[in-house]
């Protein structure tokens, strides 16, 4: 396994969906995520000891529904500032790989990065999070790209 990862935190919406927002007269009615992205989270990363962690920006019941069904406990929505949520979770940032797709992601990632932590990004995550990552995936978001990342983690 790399490092001493012992959380796998993830943005949602481009990560671990296409990025595409359904909505309708009430609001965000459907999100797409990719079963080998849950069966990589559930299957993969828990048992090898990575605790999953989910960040997002967005509020959506799609996510804790998901979320339930995958048994990731650690979820976090509606998160205006990344980077104090990850500071909550530990001090000790060189535990943490991280896999987001877009610039709300950027100063996490940095951050990261630069204390020893590791990172990574779907195949079409924005350029700027390209340029600093340690892994980019052969995968678009919600294609399987967090499933190639935590494969990468462990091997």
């Known amino acids: 396994m790399k490092n001493n990862i012992k959380y796998l935190v993830m943005d949602v919406d481009g990560t671990l969906t296409d990025g595409k927002i359904y909505m309708g007269n009430d609001g965000e009615v459907m999100k797409a995520f990719n079963i080998k992205d ?7 990363a828990v048992p090898n000891h990575i605790i999953p962690v989910i960040i997002t920006g967005r509020r959506s019941d799609i996510v804790t529904n998901r979320c339930k069904e995958i048994d990731i406990d650690e979820v976090y929505q509606g998160v205006t500032n990344k980077i104090e949520k990850l500071c909550e979770i530990t001090k000790d940032f060189s535990e943490i790989a991280y896999i987001g797709d877009d610039i709300n992601d950027l100063s996490c990632m940095c951050m990261l990065k630069k204390d020893g932590g590791i990172v990574g990004c779907p195949a079409d995550a924005a350029n700027q999070i ?14 399987g790209a967090v499933r190639e990342f935590i494969e990468w983690l462990i091997e």
């Open 38 to 44: 849950g069966c990589g989270i559930h299957d993969i």
């Open 130 to 143: 390209k340029d600093v990552a340690d892994f980019i995936s052969t995968k678009n978001g919600g294609d």
